[in-house]
């Protein structure tokens, strides 16, 4: 198993441009989950997934957009970026909530910055 | 609200000498707490977590933590730390559907 994939590894955009964040595991999770990692600061939950077709906000979801059409892939989509969106962002999925107490496996993350 | 307060952004120890990372959380209710460490340039892996039942917690690698209801603490130990132990370690919660994470403890191990 390749476990959590992400891709791009590294991005740079400029402030207005538009993309998309890939995620995928082949785990055959339910959950998936989007975070940001900011310098010197712990993760904050962007989105999550608890199956196909269904999304929930997580605790900084303003600016981003996510969907869920296949248990595989959690796409993460950033409208029009702006600095503050300048972070490392993490896909991580678990078996079932680990927002109760299931273990949550992280992708290798994607390096943003946006000028 | 929930919180998770780690002390010490960075804590430095001798190869071999105690491993301590602290953690303190904040919660109206009993919380689920988590151990996670990241590698460099790495995702975060779990450590170890506390759900219900014995309150001392044996994770991977040799660390354990114990959770604290009284001191609202879930400090994490390792008896002798080696090199590969140097990494940056995280403390969260969770709680109404919603993860919290704790800033970060940076863990250097001097040899």
């Known amino acids: 198993n390749a476990g959590v994939t992400q891709t791009p590894k590294f991005r740079i955009l400029k402030i207005g441009q538009s993309m998309t964040l890939q995620c995928t595991q082949d785990?055959?999770?339910?959950?998936m989950y989007w975070y940001r990692q900011d310098p010197g600061m712990g993760l904050k939950l962007i989105y999550y997934?608890?199956?196909?077709?269904?999304?929930d906000k997580g605790e900084v979801p303003n600016g981003y957009n996510v969907s869920r059409s296949t248990t595989e892939d959690f796409p993460l989509r950033l409208e029009l970026a702006a600095p503050s969106q300048t972070s490392v962002y993490f896909c991580?999925?678990?078996?079932?909530?680990?927002?109760?107490?299931?273990?949550?496996?992280f992708g290798p993350g994607t390096r943003l910055t946006v000028l | 609200a929930q919180s998770v307060t780690q002390l010490g952004s960075h804590v430095s120890v001798s190869e071999g000498a105690l491993v301590l990372l602290r953690c303190n959380y904040s919660s109206s209710v009993p919380p689920y707490l988590f151990w996670y460490v990241q590698y460099p340039n790495q995702g975060l892996q779990l450590l170890l977590k506390y759900t219900t039942g014995a309150t001392l917690v044996k994770g991977i690698n040799g660390f354990e933590a114990e959770f604290k209801k009284r001191e609202t603490s879930f400090h994490l130990t390792k008896p002798s730390a080696h090199m590969s132990d140097a990494a940056e370690y995280f403390c969260a919660v969770t709680h109404s559907n919603q993860f919290y994470f704790g800033t970060g403890t940076s863990l250097t191990v001097i040899p």
């Open positions: 785990m055959n999770h339910n959950y």
């Open positions: 991580a999925s678990s078996y079932s909530s680990a927002l109760l107490e299931d273990t949550q496996y």
């Open positions: 997934s608890v199956g196909a077709g269904i999304t």
